[in-house]
């Protein structure tokens, strides 16, 4: 079985917003609304540190961390629980998805989503252009939408886009199932964290903070600086080996 | 109100005609039923834009009044099914308008729903593709049948009386010595069955909010019990509002001994509700944040929004108050003024409960959470970090038109159906006709 999972590397993570930008043009989301989002944490605004500036020769202990943050695509999803009518639902490889012909717009998926992941269409969605972005159809007026992990490139073969456009490769996305994913071999081998993990939703996005890893492409037997040296022919292995996504017949990176 | 109709049609018809008042009544009822219609057309056209529920804040008056309403469709079936089921004749002759009131307000609470649905026209996938999971579907079945049970013993309660005008609404029952005998007995098995579909509908209606893990105190098992007792607050209070009402506007002869006696009932689940139930709620966390007399009545004694106080000042200890001095508590007045208040203080009970799941967010970093439809160019700010809620005049509209058709139902019953009880059934001779 597949079991799709993502991990964010917050040390990696710049702060530099192309993920949640990204996304709404991978996915044709409407404006006014996110499916992805880079929240400063501490800060009183966006992009602010927490803490003080260095005055008078005293410390400063300035600091800035920033919280990734979409569809966490909990196994236990409070959303999929209450949907009365089936209309977002667990995959067989573990994604969250809405099906929108089944919506009705009744919001009870938003109430249970701890993460605020959700958006509805209040009114008939806005595109800029206007015949939309992606490849991902508009979704109508009057339904809740969210992130997908991108399924239509997993069919494709191809990591999600925000993991792709992370110019700072601190987004990770592969089989939580396969011992031998990167998502695997990060889970295991870094102190990783679960989102609000005390609601017991169990996600599938797991956070590092501490040490930094390799980062997405950096795929060899060794972790990047665990003995020293890293061969020419473990990145050229590293790079073949992406995508993370088991291949399709079309398969390959952009 | 009509002093000039025969009484053998109008045998226990306590509003023979409508009158002057009545038609004013009902033209006011016609006004809000055919603004809030117009509203909701708009609301449909425009979408849920036009409401002030966003993203964040995502439920709104439409999910409080039905909580409100679910609530309040309980004190006429509990009020006449309870003593029915032990087989007691009291408050009998409040049973008839307990149940229409019941059953006004059950539809009112489905209606609600239905403006507060982004895409009405797909409600058929609660029947072709239910999630026997989501307790929305526990729920969507438990209204619709209570909503039947309520009609079913509305039809019961009356059936040999509206027999014995000749009614057509008889549907060809007969009203016979051995008829009355035996819907005796099926009155005693329905109410056997109402008392626990009441317990299952209100408790059902509070796991909607209490089984979610993402919304503050909503998720508290205290949840499903507080919504029962809330109910037998706000719909015995509203019964005997109603009952006052009609005593003193219709033909309706309310027992003022057992009107006295149902404001102590309300009394007593006011202190539960508001005295006790709250204070169950807040004093373990109280005590558990810093242990001492002040810090733990401080705890549950400050409220953190005015709903708070609404509720239990307003409506809580003042109608108790009204209820416990002695002096007081025998005025028809005073009895319609507490019941008033308890309706009252439970609405904003339910407007407190929604506020608490979306006032604060779990994740709270800047930006925040992205409101939705909200966006009129680049310059827009479309991010909040906390919820914020005011209903806008298309959400009262439409709500008021509902609430205005549940009003209808009453009064059209209060016109048709024989809603005063006869006031010896043994009198009826079989072939139909009473004495007085």
Not at chain 1, 33 to 58: A, F, K, M
Not at chain 1, 238 to 250: D, F, K, N, Q, S
Not at chain 2, 402 to 431: C, E
Request: one cysteine or more; charged letters at 20%.
């Amino acid at each position: 079985m597949t079991s799709y999972g993502l991990v964010i590397d917050q040390e990696r993570c710049i702060g530099c917003h192309s993920c949640a930008i990204t996304c709404k043009q991978e996915n044709n989301v409407p404006m006014g609304q996110y499916w992805n989002r880079v929240l400063t944490e501490g800060g009183d605004h966006i992009d602010t540190p927490s803490g003080t500036y260095p005055e008078d020769g005293d410390g400063g202990n300035l600091e800035m961390k920033n919280q990734p943050t979409t569809c966490q695509h909990c196994a236990n999803a409070p959303c999929v629980k209450v949907c009365p009518v089936n209309a977002t639902y667990t995959r067989d490889d573990g994604i969250v998805e809405i099906d929108y012909e089944k919506c009705i717009g009744c919001r009870y998926c938003m109430a249970a989503c701890p993460y605020n992941a959700r958006v509805f269409n209040w009114d008939e969605p806005e595109h800029v252009p206007e015949e939309g972005t992606g490849d991902v159809p508009a979704r109508p007026q009057g339904v809740v939408e969210k992130c997908t992990f991108c399924s239509h490139r997993l069919e494709e073969g191809l990591d999600p886009a925000c993991v792709v456009n992370c110019p700072a490769d601190a987004r990770i996305f592969g089989d939580l199932d396969d011992d031998d994913s990167t998502v695997s071999e990060y889970i295991a081998e870094y102190e990783t964290h679960q989102l609000l993990d005390e609601k017991g939703t169990d996600p599938k996005t797991y956070y590092i903070r501490g040490e930094m890893t390799p980062g997405r492409p950096w795929k060899g037997k060794h972790m990047e600086g665990e003995d020293g040296e890293t061969s020419t022919a473990d990145v050229e292995a590293a790079t073949e080996r992406v995508p993370h996504v088991p291949a399709g017949p079309e398969g390959g990176d952009d | 109100m009509g002093e000039t109709v025969t009484p053998e049609t109008d045998e226990g018809v306590v509003l023979p005609s409508f009158g002057v008042a009545g038609k004013i009544w009902l033209g006011a009822l016609s006004v809000l039923l055919v603004l809030g219609f117009a509203a909701w057309i708009y609301q449909l056209q425009t979408g849920l834009v036009a409401t002030g529920m966003r993203n964040v804040f995502s439920w709104g008056l439409y999910i409080m009044l039905f909580v409100l309403f679910v609530g309040l469709s309980a004190g006429g079936l509990i009020i006449s099914s309870a003593p029915k089921f032990f087989h007691s004749e009291k408050y009998d002759g409040f049973a008839r308008l307990g149940v229409l009131v019941s059953l006004a307000c059950i539809v009112v609470a489905g209606l609600l729903i239905i403006p507060d649905i982004g895409r009405p026209g797909r409600l058929y996938q609660f029947l072709t593709s239910p999630n026997f999971q989501s307790p929305m579907v526990w729920d969507f079945g438990i209204v619709i049948g209570y909503g039947l049970l309520n009609i079913w013993y509305l039809w019961l309660l009356t059936r040999r009386d509206l027999a014995a005008r000749g009614s057509r609404l008889a549907l060809g029952v007969e009203d016979t010595e051995a008829g009355r005998e035996r819907d005796r007995r099926l009155l005693f098995w329905t109410a056997a069955i109402s008392l626990p579909t009441a317990i299952m509908l209100h408790s059902v209606t509070g796991w909607i909010f209490a089984t979610q893990v993402g919304r503050g105190d909503w998720f508290s098992p205290l949840v499903a019990p507080v919504f029962i007792a809330k109910a037998l607050v706000s719909g015995l209070g509203l019964l005997l509002v109603t009952s006052i009402i009609a005593d003193r506007y219709t033909r309706f002869e309310a027992n003022h001994e057992e009107l006295v006696s149902l404001g102590k009932i309300l009394g007593i689940f006011l202190a539960v509700h508001v005295v006790y139930l709250l204070a169950a709620e807040r004093l373990p966390h109280a005590w558990a944040d810093h242990f001492g007399f002040w810090a733990i009545s401080s705890e549950f004694l400050v409220g953190d929004t005015v709903y708070f106080w609404l509720w239990t000042v307003l409506g809580g200890a003042v109608p108790l108050a009204l209820l416990a001095v002695p002096s007081l508590r025998k005025r028809m007045s005073v009895i319609l003024t507490a019941g008033a208040l308890a309706v009252f203080g439970t609405m904003f009970e339910g407007i407190r409960l929604v506020f608490t799941g979306y006032q604060g967010v779990n994740i709270d970093a800047s930006p925040g959470i992205p409101v939705g439809g909200e966006y009129a160019g680049v310059t827009t700010d479309i991010w909040a970090t906390s919820g914020s809620y005011t209903p806008t005049l298309i959400e009262i509209a439409i709500s008021l038109g509902i609430i205005a058709f549940g009003a209808l139902i009453v009064t059209v019953g209060l016109r048709f159906l024989p809603i005063q009880k006869p006031s010896d059934a043994a009198t009826y001779a079989p072939d139909g006709g009473a004495d007085e």
